[in-house]
């Protein structure tokens, strides 16, 4: 993606990567890292795919309460710490865009919705880590703002298995999300 696109007609499709550049260095980490480990290769392939397809991946990080820190400061942490084999293969390259985030939505108190609007996006692909957490109310802010909302259930990653099956239900359920395999998702917005 060279620069910012704005797609004809109903909308387009972004790609959004949820606080995958970690340093695993935080309260249930350990019960985290082998769910991240799992979705790893499935979200790099995610990621290739979007970005030759010319779909805007949207990185939407944590900062972890480092409140001076930036993208680079994120990336270059995640990527010297003991978990860097989780980062490097899905790290933001020159044409990523990124927002940072302090709280569980990608959308709260963030430019979210203004880069989705700017880039005329219609349909979210969500993915990353914690589907009990920030990927389950990423996906209700995205419902409520009328966003087509698409969870590629082995491309998030939970702390507890259990929730996680729930939460993807209720994203199915209760905000229309569609619930597939990260091959199967198209980064063609669906109908309606």
Known sequence: MNGVH????????????????????????ELLVPSAERIVPVLADLIHRARAGDTPVIYANDNFGLWRSHQGELVEAALAGPHA??????????????????????????????????????????????TEQCVLYSALDAHIRHLNVTVPKDAVASIHRHLEDAAL???ERNMAARIVRAQEVSFTPPAG
């Open 169 to 171: 239900e209720m994203m």
């Open 6 to 29: 704005m797609p004809e007609g109903q909308g387009g499709s972004a790609l959004v990567v949820i606080d995958m550049i970690n340093t695993y260095d935080h309260k249930d980490a």
């Open 85 to 130: 084999r989780l980062v490097g293969p899905i790290r933001p390259d020159e044409d990523s865009l990124f927002v940072v985030k302090a709280r569980h939505s990608i959308f709260y108190e963030t430019p979210m919705s203004y880069l989705l609007w700017q880039l005329n996006v219609r349909h979210v692909v969500l993915c990353g880590q914690v």
